[in-house]
């Protein structure tokens, strides 16, 4: 079966997801990480909605901030630690070192190499001159792990950051939002929460045979008996509309809630965390003839092994780890 994930790998390059089932069959280390960060802001709606429940309609807007704030930063700080003392800094900083790996290991054996001949003292000055210089490339080989795992350091603390950001000024929002509801409803905040967090399922797991795709949506709305797929995204939105990619995985989890639920989807979300805002999609036959036509490219990709051609897009390209690869004789600096 096809899962969603691979839908959104083919949507972000068709040639990464050539790579990935041709050179690579590990699970990644930033697939992990960005199921991670995923995970931590469902979290944090679902701790925005209890601390929602708690508001009374007499608090000004400073206590509703406050409020809403409740246990927020240090489930964020928790969350972060946890990621720094996983196996994940480790292996993503070893996944960056194998480029230098066969050269670590050749110069260690030199070093070896020198002490023993030290030892009989066989070596002639201009050959202690040349190992001593392999032995300053040793140092240049530590310097680059140190760096690399530094990388990984500031990557982390760079997600930690984006995060509190968008929580400041999402909470700004609903603070503003609450206490305008609370008054026009004379009302608590536990009484106007479904007004902000209808009935929801997260990372629901779905299947369709017939399709033969497989996956889960990031959030399942469910109002009035009818089911709204959403999909949350930390990126920034295009001036209008939605990105294609997140379109073509949106009607994705459309098709498999209908199949899981026997019901009809006409419409879903895209939530852009950095802007706090909510996007539609129309699930138009359009959209769903852009899907089946993605899978059976998949399919070739993957059954078939076809190279897909290079699409160059410079941002994509400067954050994807196969652009070495890809770009051999290109300066996409």
Known sequence: MISIATIRTYMFCPLKLYLENSLNNEIKKDILLYKTMKELRIDLQDLSQRNLRRLRKDMTLTEIEANLNK???????????????????????????????????????????????????????????????????????????KLNEIEVVDEVEKLKNEIQDEIYFNMKILALK?????????????????????????????????????????????????????????????????????????????????????????????????????????????????LFKTINEIKDIINEEIVPDIIINKQKCLNCEYNEICHQDDDLN
Not at 115 to 142: A, F, W, Y
Not at 187 to 213: C, H, N, V, W
């Open 71 to 145: 246990n927020i930063e240090e489930y964020i700080e928790n969350s972060i630690a946890v990621l720094e003392n996983s196996d994940f800094i480790y292996e993503k900083n070893i996944s960056k070192s194998n480029s230098i790996s066969n050269n670590d290991i050749k110069y260690e054996k030199k070093f070896e190499k020198v002490i023993e001949l030290n030892k009989t003292e066989k070596l002639s000055e201009i050959e202690v001159v040349d190992e001593v210089e392999n032995l300053n490339e040793i140092e240049v080989v530590d310097e680059v792990e």
């Open 178 to 290: 609450a206490q305008k509801a609370m008054i026009a409803n004379d009302k608590d905040g536990t009484q106007i929460a479904e007004l902000f967090f209808p009935t929801s399922m997260y990372s629901y797991l779905m299947r369709d045979p017939q399709l033969e795709i497989m996956g889960s949506c990031d959030k399942i709305e469910i109002i009035d008996g009818k089911y709204y797929p959403i999909n949350i995204r930390p990126s920034n939105p295009p001036m209008r509309g939605v990105w294609d990619g997140d379109s073509i995985e949106l009607v994705a989890s459309a098709l498999l809630i209908e199949e899981e639920f026997n019901t009809e989807v006409f419409v879903g979300f895209i939530d852009y965390l950095k802007i706090g805002e909510r996007r539609p999609v129309v699930m138009d036959s359009n959209l769903r003839k852009g």
